[in-house]
């Protein structure tokens, strides 16, 4: 049998992205999991903040899920659980292991990749010491924690003040740990403010900028690290060393897409973004293999993941019917001064039904600062922005009315400073 | 009461163990440390050498060329992956190539069959990202790689599975003679034996002292190492050492049989024996190195470095002599100790047989491991039928490396089965991949928990005190 659309991953993206599909008239839905559940990471985010936009109300993780879950349900949309995905190509063709089935191939005229992203580990920053127990990434404890019920230590020292850490060194001081400080390489945060606020101002944790971790001590179980400041070119500096004691260091250094299978089936992948190259219908450079959520670029709300998601998967209906057109009206989106990113990659304003919401991050903090879009020089259209920084991501609308009338060339993003204010 | 007793289960401590089990005999190995290769066997550059180092005449230079020689067969045998990709010593200036001619007349005096030395050219078609400034490389073909500890755990498995008994966290602290007995302290009681073979590795100079052997000194040696993600895997195909040093073998560039690439070892002196931490300025050292002779070599795609101690002594070369009639010791056994250790074996067993060791041959000794293969190594067929047996190779808990539960509940099962985090990984490569066990800790805790039928706040990461869990949540 040929499915229309195949959905590989059953977070939050996956389960936009199938219901999409199937309101918009694809037929045979299915999504592949390979945990024991549906709902992705959310499962293990308990605390609450979820839905804002969404739902116009705050939700914890798996209440945010469970809304979704409960529509793919009602739609009858079919899931396979504790399946992993394990290879596709370009023909769509699906090779994925199940415990009852063993390895099955499926067939289908369109896919949409939803895998998420994950942790980047002590490795990548190569910290140099031991190699103890006691080090985790922010979400293996999270999972420990909030799934599985298990404390991971006593004294704790976080590095990195992304959300995950933020969260999880709230998490941990609820549970009765220390925790001793979060350490952050750069001058500014990666996370949201307000987990800045609530997570850590309200609990008195401190968090050093222009902080890291020299090295890690301990032969069995950690026993501390030497941690220094760094200087502008964020190396660090051997006068400022000193020892901290404790039992866990807790990892938030970042989240990568998880591409293999991208990689592997020959789509292109974004440098920057580590994710696929999508255009304004989620659609990957391979015909019919569309992407959305974490596996295209790390979002920092659910909200936007469940947006382009939707997009994601009504293209995907529409490729199946027929009806996702195909031209050369293409433009390239690039980022410019101050701007590290842009999602989509691609727009043929064909494609799109009223408006594109372009996401992008920054490269550093800027304040008072215009983000505007430019197409030969001209500005198509620019927001005023008190302040910006890596850890949030901005979006811009632009409209299909004014898409339809740009002429050649890129559509580029910048920042400018505001002068005389 | 024992008739042979090792000391030690690292690859020459196993390898003496599994040769001695072809044989009718009552063997034990008593070993410090949790599980087999603990010591140096753990963290080495893996690699075969063909034998061209190490000085005519030496013990090291015969049982290195003897051992490379063995090395295929045995891994066959054992379905340990190994390869054959052959080496390269580069030179880039006169004085290197100068050392490589002397490395070839060495190498051909020490029987090192088909060594080569080759042009630029021909280099550069061989291996395209050496640095383009290389003169002349010596070429030896018969040079492999191995998976240092997947070695040692299957030639301690199949020992075991031939009837060696192996005694973990059991540290010799003193040896004596009760009339023509051994009587071997320990920290878990007294082991009799008649004959005692010494493979303490790092602590072979105190064993020696024990059995009144020769006194000679340790001088532990660090060498430090970066392990980089598969995604620059096919970087090198052989392994690229640049012309040693006074101070070793030099910064090698490698794959490992597993398609990633790795970079290392420096060489620093310590005083401490098990010290295994990396330094900043040891990563910097390697890196360098590394970078001298090999272009592409990037940072962004470490994914884990580690360190390793050589038991290198004051000797220079491998002490392999008779301390006390009826022991034999297999000391200070440095590179390339990994490479000679089946020799090594084979010569130790023959010193026993000297002083009256009495070998009669098995009827029925087992020579291959049974059920070793993981499911993603399996064909189509194999694979149909592992599911068949046992769903749980349908279920990938190692995503990185997509390592099944079947996978790790046969590491679990299988004689000397993993007991730890580390154990699995060891054996399986669960957790070996680009997330380090991020993602498949939990549930390699939560398998180990089942399947050793402990409670998972006591399932340790490595050995005893590394444990991971500290309690229940409130
Ligand atoms: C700790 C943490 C805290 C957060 N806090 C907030 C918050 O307060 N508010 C907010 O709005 N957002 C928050 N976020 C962000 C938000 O949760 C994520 O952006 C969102 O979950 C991403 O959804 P996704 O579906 O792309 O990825 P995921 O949720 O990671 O889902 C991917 C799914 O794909 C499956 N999968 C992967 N590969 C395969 C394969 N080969 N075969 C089968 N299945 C596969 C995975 O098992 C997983 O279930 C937080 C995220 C984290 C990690
Ligand atoms: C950095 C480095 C790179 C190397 N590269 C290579 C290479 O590429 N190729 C190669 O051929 N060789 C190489 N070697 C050498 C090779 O690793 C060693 O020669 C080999 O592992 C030695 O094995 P072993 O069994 O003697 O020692 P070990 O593996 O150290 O085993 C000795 C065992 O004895 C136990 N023990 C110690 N004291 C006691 C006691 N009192 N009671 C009970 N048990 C005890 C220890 O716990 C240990 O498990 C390298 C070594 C290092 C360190």
Excluded: W
């Excluded at chain 1, 040929?2 to 999504?31: Q, S």
């Excluded at chain 1, 690290?225 to 039992?247: G, L, M, N, Q, Y």
């Excluded at chain 2, 985090?421 to 991949?433: I, L, N, Y």
């Amino acid at each position: 049998m040929i499915r229309d659309v195949v959905v590989i991953g059953g977070g939050p993206a996956g389960l936009a992205a199938a219901i999409e599909a199937k309101k918009n008239g694809a037929e045979d839905v299915l999504i592949i999991e390979r945990d024991k559940r549906l709902g992705g990471i959310l499962q293990q985010c308990i605390h609450n903040g979820f839905g804002l936009h969404i739902f116009k109300e705050q939700l914890t993780g798996p209440e945010y899920a469970n809304r979704f879950i409960d529509e793919v349900k009602n739609y009858k949309i079919d899931y396979m659980l504790d399946t992993m995905v394990i290879k596709i190509d370009k023909d769509r063709n699906i090779i994925a292991l199940t415990p009852n089935d063993g390895i099955i191939n499926i067939k289908s005229k369109a896919i949409v990749l939803t895998m998420g992203c994950r942790e980047r580990t002590r490795g990548a920053l190569n910290i140099p010491g031991n190699r103890p127990s006691g080090i985790f990434t922010a979400g293996a404890a999270q999972r420990f924690i909030n799934m599985e019920g298990y404390m991971v230590g006593k004294k704790v020292v976080v590095l990195g003040s992304g959300d995950i850490g933020l969260i999880m060194a709230r998490r941990m001081t609820l549970e009765g740990a220390e925790v001793k400080m979060v350490l952050e390489l750069m001058p500014y945060s990666t996370g949201l403010k307000r987990n800045i606020a609530q997570c850590l101002h309200d609990f008195d944790i401190p968090l050093y900028f222009n902080h890291t971790v020299v090295r890690i001590h301990g032969r069995k179980r950690l026993e501390g690290v030497t941690i220094a400041e760094v200087d502008s070119e964020r190396k660090p500096i051997k006068e400022t060393e000193r020892f901290v004691e404790c039992d866990t260091l807790l990892l938030s250094v970042g989240l990568i897409p998880e591409n293999e299978l991208t990689r592997e089936a020959n789509i292109p992948i974004d440098n920057i973004t580590s994710g696929p190259i999508v255009d304004e219908s989620m659609q990957t450079m391979v015909e019919g293999i569309f992407a959305c959520g974490n596996v295209v670029h790390v979002h920092d709300l659910v909200d936007y993941v469940t947006f382009e998601s939707r997009i994601a998967g009504r293209s995907a209906a529409k490729f199946v019917k027929g009806q996702l057109s195909f031209n050369d009206k293409s433009f390239k989106t690039k980022g410019t001064y101050g701007i590290r990113y842009v999602v989509p990659h691609r727009i043929d304003p064909l494609n799109v039904d009223d408006s594109v919401n372009f996401f992008m991050r920054v490269d550093n903090v800027y304040k008072n600062v215009y983000l505007t879009v430019k197409n030969n020089g001209q500005i198509i259209t620019k927001v005023r922005k008190a302040i910006v920084t890596p850890g949030e991501m901005e979006s811009v609308v632009v409209k299909r009315s004014i898409l339809e009338k740009l002429n050649k060339g890129d559509i580029e993003f910048t920042l400018e400073e505001i002068k005389n204010d | 009461m024992y008739d042979v007793l090792i000391i030690g289960a690292g690859i020459v401590g196993c390898a003496i163990a599994r040769e001695l089990s072809k044989n009718e005999l009552n063997i034990a190995v008593v070993e410090k440390g949790y599980d087999v290769s603990c010591g140096s066997t753990k963290a080495n550059s893996g690699i075969v050498h063909a034998g061209y180092d190490a000085h005519e005449g030496t013990l090291k230079a015969k049982l290195n060329v003897r051992g490379c020689e063995m090395y295929e067969g045995l891994c066959k045998e054992l379905d340990v992956p190994y390869k054959n990709n052959g080496s390269l010593v580069v030179a880039f200036n006169e004085e290197e190539q100068k050392e490589v001619e002397v490395l070839y007349k060495r190498g051909i005096t020490n029987g090192v069959p088909n060594l080569k030395i080759i042009e630029k050219n021909e280099i550069l078609s061989m291996e395209p990202n050496i640095k383009d400034n290389v003169i002349c490389a010596l070429y030896a073909p018969t040079a492999g790689i191995v998976s240092p500890f997947e070695m040692a755990i299957a030639l301690g498995e199949n020992a075991c599975e031939n009837g060696v008994e192996f005694i973990f966290n059991c540290e010799v602290s003193n040896i004596y003679k009760d009339k023509d007995k051994f009587m071997v302290e320990t920290n878990r009681g007294i082991f009799e034996a008649n004959y005692v073979v010494n493979a303490a590795g790092i602590n072979s100079d105190k064993i020696s002292k024990m059995l009144s052997g020769r006194i000679f000194s340790m001088i532990p040696t660090r060498g430090e190492y970066c392990l980089f993600d598969k995604i620059i895997g096919d970087l090198v195909e052989k392994t690229i050492f640049p012309t040693p040093t006074e101070k070793g073998k030099g910064i090698l560039v490698s794959p490992t049989v597993h398609g990633n690439i790795f970079i290392g070892p420096n060489a620093i002196y310590q005083e401490d024996r098990e010290d295994t931490s990396t330094y900043i300025e040891g990563i910097n050292e390697i890196l360098y190195g590394a970078q001298k002779n090999v272009n592409g070599i990037d940072m962004r795609y470490v994914i884990t470095s580690f360190a390793g101690i050589r038991s290198k002594t004051n000797v220079g070369d491998f002490i392999i002599d008779i301390p006390q009639r009826g022991a034999v010791n297999a000391a200070g056994i440095e590179s390339p100790g990994l490479t000679s250790a089946p020799a090594i074996a084979e010569m130790v067993v023959s010193l026993l047989c000297d002083q009256g060791l009495v070998l009669r041959k098995k009827k029925y000794f087992k020579a291959n491991r049974s059920n070793t293969k993981k499911f993603i190594e399996m064909n189509d067929e194999e694979k149909k039928k592992a599911l068949e047996q046992n769903p749980l190779y349908g279920r990938i808990i190692c995503r990185c490396e997509h390592i099944t539960e079947g996978d790790i509940v046969n590491a679990i099962r299988r004689p000397l089965g993993a007991i730890s985090v580390d154990g699995v990984k060891k054996r399986v490569r669960a957790g070996m991949g680009r997330c380090q066990g991020g993602f498949c800790m939990p549930r390699v805790m939560e398998i180990l928990e089942r399947e050793l039928n402990i409670d998972r706040k006591n399932i340790n990461k490595d050995g005893p005190g590394s444990y991971i869990l500290t309690g229940r949540t409130k």
